[in-house]
């Protein structure tokens, strides 16, 4: 898949702007501050429908009260194409977000899943693995909805239980007799859950062995990586087939504690992922330059997990990464990304040197325009 077309009109900084890409290489140039990310996170949107640093009402150009992105995105396989349309109001005849696909509109962004296969990678990125649980939970349920759409319904159903649940414990604080209701929520936060728990797991499963062989292609086959699905409900893969049965235990066990604190103490949304260089924790006992590799691995695994899945090739969205690595770590992620569009954005253009002219197009940004 590539990304043909871009327009955009009153859209962070950008008043407005069209723009042709080229279907490899796609170089952003320019200071800090101009605009550079901005594009990239315009194309992120049309994916999505929302941003991967903002909410959408920022995203309307200071001063204006409309905005709109328009995508032409063309599928590798069969040259069909995909026509992402989104518009922002926030005017006196407000109407939010609006998103037509191929000229029909959604009533939802989740309905964007998976239409619009993207792979966003940022310095933050590099941080997978010394952040928090919170983190690590993010990637792997951002990327799952480039190949399990329906994930991300079962992640807004999950969190809209959750709220309610706490919610209740709250009022049981005042009011002990709405206990009754209870079992309603805990019911559905275990279904839920547990569809949550097994799309995790199965992704984890793919991912172990995609960017095991990656991370021994960045350090030489010096350093093995393993990855572990850490679950604070069950404690191996025995335990699946009596996953609902020990959550509901779980959360009868927690009750009183959870009145107290009026939150769930239980449950996949405090799951983490360990990760693991030659049977040690990369978290505790790596480098900063093993655990920045190890994030490489896992970020760089996605592409291939896609392209297995969906038989696909996803663009590639890089910002600002290039900057934070050394020359032998550049080389092995061009040469990893050779098949898919590639967006990238820096302040220099020396590794991209040995590409001949006609595998790139190089762009300048300076206050919102391109040159």
Known sequence: MHLEKLKLYNFRNYPELEVFFHDKMNLILGENGQGKTNLLESIYFLSRGRSFRNPNRELVKTGEEKAFV?????????????????????????????????RKKLKSRSELAGKILIVDFTPEDLS????????????????LLNIKPV???????????????????????????????LFVWDERLVKTGKKILFNRIGFMQKINGIAKEIHENLTDGKEALKLYYYSNLIKNNDDLSSFEEIFRQKLDQ??????????????PHLDDIKININDMDA???????????????????????????????????????MSELDGNRQQRIMEHFKDNQIVITS???SFLDQLPKSMKKIYNVKSGKLY
């Open 70 to 102: 328009d995508g032409i995105f063309v599928r590798n396989d069969t040259d069909s194409k995909e026509h992402v349309q989104i518009t922002m109001n926030y005017g006196l005849s407000a109407e939010g977000t609006s998103i037509l696909l191929n």
């Open 254 to 267: 927690n009750l009183s504690q959870d009145i107290r604190r009026g939150s769930t103490s239980a449950g």
């Open 128 to 143: 997978i693995v010394k952040d928090g649980p919170d983190k690590r939970r993010r990637f792997i349920d951002n990327e």
């Open 151 to 181: 994930h991300g319904a079962a992640l807004k159903e999950y969190g809209k239980i959750l709220r309610q649940r706490n919610e209740l414990l709250k009022t049981m604080q005042r009011d002990p007799s709405v206990k009754d209701t």
């Open 347 to 349: 302040t220099e253009i």
């Open 283 to 321: 978290k505790t006992y790596g480098s900063q330059g093993q655990k920045r590799t190890c994030a490489l691995s896992l970020k760089l695994s996605q592409t291939s997990i896609i392209k297995e899945e969906t038989g696909e090739d996803a663009i590639v969205l890089l910002d600002d990464v």
